[in-house]
T-cell receptor, first 111, second 111 residues
Framework: KAGVTQTPRYLIKTRGQQVTLSCSPI?????VSWYQQTPGQGLQFLFE???????NKGNFPGRFSGRQFSNSRSEMNVSTLELGDSALYLC??????????FGPGTRLLVL | GQNIDQPTEMTATEGAIVQINCTYQ??????LFWYQQHAGEAPTFLSY????GLEEKGRFSSFLSRSKGYSYLLLKELQMKDSASYLC????????????FGAGTRLAVHP
């Protein structure tokens, strides 16, 4: 089975711009979770989608949003980018209640 | 509150055994995961414990004591490729697939 894929792998943006990241889960997995990883804060949960519905949300401002499509693919969007949003954004997919498997991540640099 | 503690760094010798401890205090608990993350790569799943006791998988074993809020990851017959960060994560009880991560333990294996 193909693993979790994320696009793009690298991205450079400037402050104030917005960005959309994409995640395709493992075939058959309906849950997609998003995490932000930074050297200072480690891995932090952003949100989780299951069957096109957001089931859970972490402690991030409303500038961070996401959605899931009927084929379980998911996108996350960050509006009005700040320097502190520079991070590795990871998505993970799982079957219901199962282990989460991570994609390679999107490395975002905000200048 | 949510708190997961792991040692920041550990060193060990090739061929030896190392134990990485993780203590947690979380508002809910629905399983504990260990992930391995090489520099610049995504976390990869190592083990999962939801009941007390030891789970063994090849050179890796993981132990859980729910009453003590304690887990450890045991790596045997260390190899150079085991040099990586090891992440302890607790799945939130009501959070479906929300994982709360510790800061990670950076393990360096020396010849």
């Amino acid at each position: 089975k193909a693993g979790v894929t994320q696009t793009p792998r690298y991205l450079i943006k400037t402050r104030g711009q917005q960005v959309t990241l994409s995640c395709s889960p493992i075939s058959g997995h309906r849950s997609v979770s998003w995490y932000q990883q930074t050297p200072g804060q480690g891995l932090q949960f952003l949100f989780e989608y299951f069957s096109e519905t957001q089931r859970n949300k972490g402690n991030f401002p409303g500038r961070f949003s996401g959605r899931q499509f009927s084929n379980s693919r998911s996108e996350m969007n960050v509006s009005t980018l700040e320097l502190g949003d520079s991070a590795l954004y990871l998505c993970a997919s799982s079957s219901r209640g199962g282990t989460q498997y991570f994609g390679p991540g999107t490395r975002l640099l905000v200048l | 509150g949510q708190n997961i503690d792991q040692p920041t760094e550990m060193t060990a010798t090739e061929g030896a055994i190392v134990q990485i401890n993780c203590t947690y205090q979380t508002s809910g608990f629905n399983g504990l995961f260990w992930y391995q993350q090489h520099a610049g790569e995504a976390p990869t799943f190592l083990s999962y414990n939801v009941l007390d006791g030891l789970e063994e998988k090849g050179r890796f074993s993981s132990f859980l004591s729910r009453s003590k809020g304690y887990s450890y990851l045991l790596l045997k017959e260390l190899q150079m490729k085991d040099s990586a960060s090891y992440l302890c994560a607790v799945r939130d009880a009501g959070g479906y697939n929300k994982l709360i991560f510790g800061a990670g333990t950076r393990l360096a294996v020396h010849p």
